[in-house]
Antibody, heavy 117, light 110 residues
């Protein structure tokens, strides 16, 4: 069964950096586009970024303004999100999700990022 | 402010039917497939409907989806208490080159 396991979340001070990872298993990772979606406490889902197979196309939410970088390592079946200049409003659960075409067909359990002094 | 507009909440009695609307524009719903997600309390989202009206294997036919113009609708029949959750619509916005979600709708089964 498809598994996506996020890691790397935690408490970070404003202005700090964090790198999230998503370990994928039980599917051919290199064939799929992958995504990050976040959810602030008590709020709705917010799309963050997408990366296509072979990293050919990369997309980001405008609100991130160049602070986040998505990447993938197909040899390690892993997806990453480098987050810099973190702000309090970046506090959220970050989900890794696989693209099943036009939708997100599998989701990880999420990793919590808390930005606070 | 979400790009897609959903009602904040809906409610109905067990066994009844409910619909949840999702309104967008020509750059998103009007020209792209819509998907719907169910998020149970404390859990990750799960896809219920994709490509406007298709159900993944394992999703009961009590759940249905439709799209007309720049709006989409999720229907749930035979409501059960276990259906209490937050529901989100999602699609791609071709003008923004970004994924977009509705603000979410909380379903209460009275």
């Amino acid at each position: 069964e498809v598994q996506l396991v996020e890691s790397g979340g935690g408490l970070v001070k404003p202005g700090g950096s964090l790198r999230l990872s998503c370990a994928a298993s039980d599917f051919t990772f290199s064939h799929y586009s992958m995504n990050w979606v976040r959810q602030a406490p008590g709020k709705g889902l917010e799309w963050v970024s997408s990366i296509t197979s072979s990293s050919r196309y990369i997309y980001y939410a405008d609100s991130l303004k160049g602070r986040f970088t998505i990447s993938r390592d197909d040899a390690k079946n892993s997806l990453y999100l480098q987050m810099n200049s973190l702000r309090a409003e970046d506090t959220a659960v970050y989900y890794c999700a696989r693209s099943g075409g036009s939708f997100y067909d599998f989701w990880g359990q999420g990793t919590l990022v808390t930005v606070s002094s | 402010q979400s790009v897609l507009t959903q009602p904040p909440s809906v409610s109905a009695a067990p066994g009844q039917k409910v619909t949840i609307s999702c309104s967008g524009s020509s750059s998103n719903i009007g020209n792209n497939y819509v998907s719907w997600y169910q998020q149970l309390p404390g859990a990750a989202p799960k896809v219920l409907i994709y490509d406007n009206n298709k159900r993944p294997s394992g999703i009961p036919d009590r759940f249905s989806g439709s799209k007309s113009g720049t709006s989409a609708t999720l229907g749930i029949t035979g409501l059960q208490t276990g259906d209490e959750a937050d529901y989100y619509c999602g699609t791609w916005d071709s003008s923004l080159s970004a994924g977009v979600f509705g603000g979410g709708t909380k379903l209460t089964v009275l």
